[in-house]
């Protein structure tokens, strides 16, 4: 694998647009009936692992294994690549990652992120809030930082191209553990832009559903704004909001 240090941050904007006024406490779900696909026959391998400062888990990505950069997919002319992005900045991670692997660093114990390798996580994000008190900002001095023990993944759920909605993502949560896996939004809503606001303990998301029922995801669909309220890191909320004058 070929890590490359990418200091980039992603920052995507949130939308306003129609979504109802309630709130629920985020609930385990069983992400491994989630409807997917079987997993071509892609040979895999888990990766070296990955250290983050901070974080009780080593991460051991599981990849596509292959003996170049780039892995041809079993079921079409596509590549799978075998690198993963680190920003070490934004502690984020991103590539094609089949499934991750928490390492306790006390005890060795292990555990696999889902339960299956099936999907593509786009992207796992460890939030954190980086910060000064500095009241003279000196940049000289370290900057101190606030762990929220969570992480947030960017999923493409179907490998099948032919599938419906194949190409669009969905958001989960975990600890970070690997433990708790939750799905953040309804399996008919699709991840569309994310942003995390750690000053207010806020991680935004927008999702879109095919609301006209045509079998695509367009700008007439229905959009859904909300966001995880991390004021409790131990008990995290997901939040819908409205804010579309009326």
């Known amino acids: 694998m070929k890590i490359k ?9 949130t939308a306003c647009n129609q979504t109802q006024n309630t709130h629920h406490h985020v609930v385990a779900s069983d992400v ?19 250290y983050l400062d901070g974080v009780p888990s080593l991460i051991h990505p599981v990849v596509v294994s292959a003996v170049s950069e780039h892995a041809t997919k079993s079921y079409s002319s596509e590549k799978i690549s075998s690198e993963i992005y680190m920003d070490l900045a934004s502690y984020q991670l991103s590539g094609e990652i089949f499934n991750l692997v ?20 786009r992207q796992a994000q460890y939030l954190i809030y980086s910060y000064s008190d500095d009241e003279k900002n000196n940049s000289s001095k370290p900057l101190k930082r606030k762990f929220y023990r969570h992480f947030v993944y960017t999923v493409q759920e179907r ?16 600890n970070d553990k690997g433990e708790q896996l939750q799905k953040l939004h309804s399996d008919k809503e699709f991840l569309l832009e994310t942003r995390w606001l750690p000053e207010i303990n806020r991680y935004y998301f927008t ?19 909300y966001y995880i309220d991390f004021s409790d890191v131990e008990k995290p909320v997901v939040k819908a909001y409205d804010v579309m004058p009326k």
């Open 207 to 225: 999702t879109k559903s095919d609301s006209n029922a045509d079998g695509n995801i367009t700008l007439a669909d229905q959009s859904h704004n």
């Open 5 to 13: 240090l990418l200091i980039t941050t992603l920052l995507a904007l």
């Open 159 to 174: 490998l099948d191209e032919k599938a419906p909605f194949h190409s669009e993502r969905a958001l989960y949560l975990s």
């Open 32 to 50: 491994a009936a989630s409807g997917v696909v079987a997993n071509p026959d892609i040979p895999i391998k888990v990766d070296l692992p990955i």
């Open 102 to 121: 928490f390492e306790n660093k006390e005890t060795g114990e292990t555990k696999p992120l889902f339960s299956h390798n099936t999907q593509f996580i």
